[in-house]
């Protein structure tokens, strides 16, 4: 079920430099699971194309979805300007979510790729080690994954805080191992993941970003190379909006 | 009040169809459209085997439009018979248009071949005009030579009537147009994208891994409307315009400068139903001007 609406704006408040929250209530609540995202669309009507933004809370009792992206050009720094009252339009839920299994589970985030693992990481339950990657020690979300989390390690870039460098360096200085790793974040980082759980023979979900247009699966603008031979083009590209953005680490070239 | 309208023999409910390569075989779109409201389905280019298309990215945004340069990803005409035609035999109410893609004249000919015995295909539309593959596409229908011949070739294999799609990359279009229609041609839509760049200023590189891509959106539909005109006023045979449309009013511009029919493009990928919202305003647009057959205004504008 896919809906595009006029979402109200519950909130919005700066979480680091260039980093935004935004509470959006919105239908799309109602049907959205961990991993998938919405396209919000821009208000100037010179900007045509939905930006695709990861979905981060979804809170189904208040119908609300929390958004947290990065002002990375003119259609986020819109974004960034909304505030409450404020509507704007979004399509959604889009994509396939992070299957939840069971057992014990280490979710992994990068940069922009720390927002989707939050609500991930309260669905999932109890045993959840949260491992998340930041630039410096502007450690947005990182509050809320001590709660949510049964243990949050942290790695940053500059060593300000927690591990000196990837989150592959932090899952390997901490031996962790589970039964199933989550990842989402710049493709160098979801290979490093992606080897890391090969090595370990865990079974290991990655979230593919990719530019969009449709964002429902018809235009083929977004695709990722796919080991095996995909279902629509039967060639060797999968589409990230529709047949991802999650998929096994296993099932793509990373 | 009549919509309906014919071209080559074939009826249209209506005259509002969805453009190659932005709504697929109507699946996706399914969810958000009655495909059984529209004209046509006009399905996604397809070829004689798969092709993987381009490397990513393949989209960038520009102002008021965008670039692609997909590249022709299809599954080929085999899986597309089978799959997509299949998909597509529940929509009794809406013509299906095929776009057929080939790298030469005997890799369309296959594929025009093998559509021949499907009762579902109601007509051809002939790619001769994408900016983003190296050979075929847009080689073809740059050279009126090449369009004549081509248009010939597939003309003499085709069951269905057959559309040739011409490029807006040339330096008068009424010369391509004139070339097909003595080439056989059924009818004609123009336009396809217009070959366009975009650098990141920051990475001082290519937005597009192809450098190049198709541009469409409303900032290319005056130039489209333009060309339309141009092509109702040398060809005798009927236009599909397409270009830019994102509203009924620019629909109702392209049919008073000469199409027969419109495709909707790029506004699907910002609003899913943009399609069925159009076909809804030229309608209300014929109920205020007491306008008893859209064909009355076909080419009205001189």
Redesign the interface.
């Known amino acids: 079920m896919?809906i595009?609406e006029q979402a109200e704006v519950i909130g919005q408040k700066k979480l680091a430099e260039g980093v935004y929250s935004l509470l959006l209530k919105t239908t799309i609540s109602a049907y959205a699971v961990p991993g998938q995202f919405i396209s919000i669309?821009s208000n100037d009507?010179?900007?045509?194309?939905?930006r695709p933004i990861s979905i981060c809370e979804i809170d189904k009792e208040n119908g609300t979805l929390r958004v947290v992206y990065r002002v990375v050009g003119k259609g986020t720094t819109e974004f960034s300007s909304l505030t409450e009252g404020d509507s704007v339009e979004v399509?959604g839920p889009l994509g396939n979510g992070f299957p939840l299994e069971p057992g014990k589970a280490i979710v992994v985030g990068g940069g922009i790729g720390v927002p989707p693992m939050l609500e991930l990481t309260k669905q999932l339950g109890n045993d959840v080690v949260a491992v998340m990657g930041y630039r410096n020690d502007d450690l947005f979300l990182a509050d809320e994954f001590i709660d949510a989390a049964s243990e949050l390690i942290v790695a940053t870039d500059d060593g300000s805080v927690g591990v000196h460098g990837t989150v592959v360096d932090a899952m390997k200085e901490n031996d962790l191992v589970a039964d199933v790793i989550y990842a989402c974040g710049p493709k160098p980082m979801l290979k490093g993941v992606a080897e890391y759980a090969a090595a370990k023979n865990i079974k290991c979900y990655v979230s593919m970003e990719?530019?969009?247009?449709?964002?429902?699966?018809?235009?083929?603008?977004?695709?990722?190379e796919s080991k095996e031979k995909d279902d629509?083009?039967?060639?060797?590209?999968k589409r990230v909006c529709?047949d991802g953005p999650v998929f096994l680490s296993t099932e793509v070239v990373l | 009040m009549n919509t309906k309208v014919t071209i080559a023999g074939v009826e249209f409910q209506n005259p509002i169809m969805e453009a190659s390569?932005?709504?697929?075989s109507g699946?996706?779109?399914s969810?958000?459209v009655d495909l059984n409201k529209l004209g046509a389905v006009v399905t996604?280019g397809v070829a004689n085997v798969?092709?993987?298309?381009n490397p990513?990215?393949?989209?960038?945004?520009v102002?008021?439009?965008?670039l692609?340069a997909?590249g022709l990803?299809?599954?080929?005409v085999e899986?597309f018979c089978e799959r997509d035609l299949k998909f597509l035999e529940s929509f009794k109410d809406t013509r299906v248009l095929v776009n057929v893609c080939g790298h030469s004249a005997e890799e369309y000919i296959e594929v025009v071949d093998r559509l021949a015995s499907e009762k579902r295909v109601d007509m051809l539309e002939i790619n001769i005009s994408c900016p983003n593959v190296k050979e075929g596409g847009i080689a073809f229908g740059q050279d009126p030579k090449a369009v004549e011949e081509i248009t010939r070739l597939v003309k003499a294999h085709a069951k269905q009537p057959i559309v040739m799609k011409l490029s807006p990359n040339v330096t008068d279009i009424k010369v391509m147009a004139k070339a097909a229609e003595a080439g056989g041609a059924d009818a004609i839509s123009l336009i396809n994208t217009l070959t366009g760049m975009k650098i990141d200023v920051e990475r001082q590189n290519f937005v597009l891994a192809n450098k190049t891509g198709g541009m469409s959106?409303?900032a290319v539909h005056p130039i489209a409307v333009r060309m339309v005109y141009e092509c109702a006023n040398a060809v005798n045979i009927p236009i599909i315009g397409m270009g830019g449309i994102s509203t009924w009013e620019d629909a109702v511009e392209m049919i008073l400068a000469g199409a027969t029919a419109v495709s909707i493009g790029?506004a699907?990928?910002?609003n899913?139903?943009a399609t069925t919202d159009i076909l809804q305003g030229v309608i209300n647009y014929m109920e205020r001007k007491k306008i008893d057959d859209i064909n009355d205004i076909i080419g009205i504008v001189k």
Do not use: D
């Not at chain 1, 009507?45 to 939905?50: A, H, M, R």
């Open positions: 896919k595009k669309f009507g010179s900007k045509l194309l939905p399509m990719e530019r969009m247009a449709c964002g429902v699966g018809a235009c083929l603008g977004c695709v990722c629509h083009s039967h060639v060797n590209n529709k | 390569g932005t709504f697929g699946m996706e779109y969810e958000f996604k798969p092709w993987a298309g990513t990215p393949r989209i960038a945004e102002s008021s439009g965008m692609n997909i990803q299809n599954p080929g899986v959106g409303p790029t699907n990928f910002y899913p139903t």
